[in-house]
């Protein structure tokens, strides 16, 4: 094993197998984990249950939990050279975006630090018809508990960050967790519970299991001792926990795939709008769910937008885990870039235009160039598939009532990007876009302080903000009499 990361072996002898873990940008094998079994499962949850029950954690006063989360914060803001090589080589990208990871889920942590403590009831003197005719008083209150042992099942892009944005706001509702990484990118996830413990967090309360999909993560939403999941991946799976989830009702939180569209109108500023969609829709190599990779662009400035996309993803340097300067890393498998290329394929078979793009690299790793299509027609693959890769199809539009009715024209309603400098049409196509989350002038800002709920076939719920912080409580009403 060259090169191989300390961490990567996790301590367990009785797991079913070793999943090894490449370096998808030179395919070099950096580490192997356990594929935790059933029985790692239980021995997790159970884990998790006896912390949820005892109140070890939950029931700490809410200043000492704070502290943990914010302790974590200044250790992982500490060791982000370390944290950010690790989801470098675990992932393939390059260091910068690994860095900004790292960033980005120190401040998602240090947000949920905030709200320990600052989550409450309402309260009020209600006045009942007693069943005797009478008068009945009450002091009522409602008050949120934490919602139990939660599992959290993430996926492959940015698995640090993801990994966070479900660990902060479960555990400062004061819940006990289970969370299993993606099979491909396991490692920075082990970090966690390492630095939860260095921070104070008690033993048990944060679990990392690693392993498959189809085997540990579903023994994990299957378990009748785990109270809800928090899932972000592809529709498809997330269709599988709606039914393994049905045995004990567990609660969800779905986070699943998008096929977000992006609007030019003509009146846009255009450097700032090809940029924009450029990013939209490239970065991370298109391995995002809000990706916008259905550019509708009004037809008086189609021509222009599509050589400047083109030049745009031409300008982007390839490049590995290794290389600094790279702002574009392969996929994320050899599988996975073989279904991009297969849907470029079969678009191109049924009459598109590769402007730009379309071929995977000669060199090691899964690589897959920045590409650009035209002449698509609403029935492809390219059109209707969450690709997941670097491919973005540009569409020309006349008019705005056009352009909404194809933007909507998806089972997804993760994301949409709208370019124009005229304030109406802004607030007219926000309101029409059925999307959990919309820009104006710009593409793929986010906050941790701005929930993301998926609309349609894009998720259940909502991650980020008081509402993603909510979603893992359950909530009681409480009547005294008096
Ligand atoms: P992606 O398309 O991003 O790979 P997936 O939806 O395939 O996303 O996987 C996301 C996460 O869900 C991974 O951790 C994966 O192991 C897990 N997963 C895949 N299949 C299942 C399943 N049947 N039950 C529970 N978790 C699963």
Known sequence: ????????????????????????????????????????????????????????WRKLPAAHRAEVLFRAADIIKARTDELAAIEARDNGMNATAARHIIKVSHEMLVYYAGWVGKIHGESSNLVS????????????????????????????????????????????????????PAEQTPLSALKLEEIFREAGLPDGVLNVITGYGETTGAALTAHPDVDKIAFTGSTEVGRLIVKAAAGNLKRLTLELGG???????????????????????????????????????????YEQVVDGLAAFAQMLPMGGSDDPNSVLGPLISQEQRARVASIVDEGVAAG???????????????????????????????????????????????????????????????????????????????????????????????????P????????????RGKKGLESYFNIKSVYIGH
């Open 259 to 301: 096929k977000s569209p992006l609007i030019m109108f003509d009146d846009a500023n255009l450097d700032k709008a090809i940029m924009g969609a450029g990013m939209g829709l490239l970065a991370g190599s298109g391995q995002n769910c809000s990706c916008t990779s259905r550019i509708y662009v009004q037809r008086g400035i």
């Open 129 to 180: 018809d007693g069943l005797l005719g009478t008068f009945e008083n009450y002091h009522t209150f409602t008050q949120y508990e934490p919602v139990g042992v939660v599992g959290l099942i993430i996926p492959w892009n940015g698995p640090f960050f993801i990994a966070m944005l479900k660990v902060a706001p479960a555990l400062a509702a004061g819940c006990s967790a289970v969370l299993k």
């Open 1 to 56: 094993m060259s090169n191989a990361i300390d961490t990567a072996t996790v301590a367990g002898s009785h797991g079913s197998g070793i999943i090894p873990v490449y370096d998808p940008s030179n395919e070099e094998l950096i580490g192997e984990v356990v594929d935790s079994d059933q029985k790692i499962v239980d021995e997790a949850v159970a884990r998790a249950r006896e912390t949820f029950e005892s109140g070890v």
């Open 352 to 450: 598109a235009h590769v402007v730009t793009g379309g071929k995977m690299l000669d060199r090691s790793g899964y690589f897959y160039e920045a590409t650009i299509v035209t002449d698509t027609t609403p029935d492809m693959r390219l059109i209707r598939e969450e690709i997941f890769g670097p491919v973005g199809s540009v569409i020309p539009f006349d008019d705005e009532d056009e352009v909404i009715a194809a933007a909507n024209d998806t089972h997804y309603g993760l994301a949409g990007s709208i370019w124009t400098e005229n304030l109406g049409r802004a607030h007219r196509v926000v309101n029409e876009l059925r999307a959990g989350q919309v820009w104006v002038n710009s593409a793929l800002a986010s906050d941790p302080s701005m």
């Open 452 to 463: 993301i709920c998926g609309h349609k076939q894009s998720g259940w719920g909502g991650e």
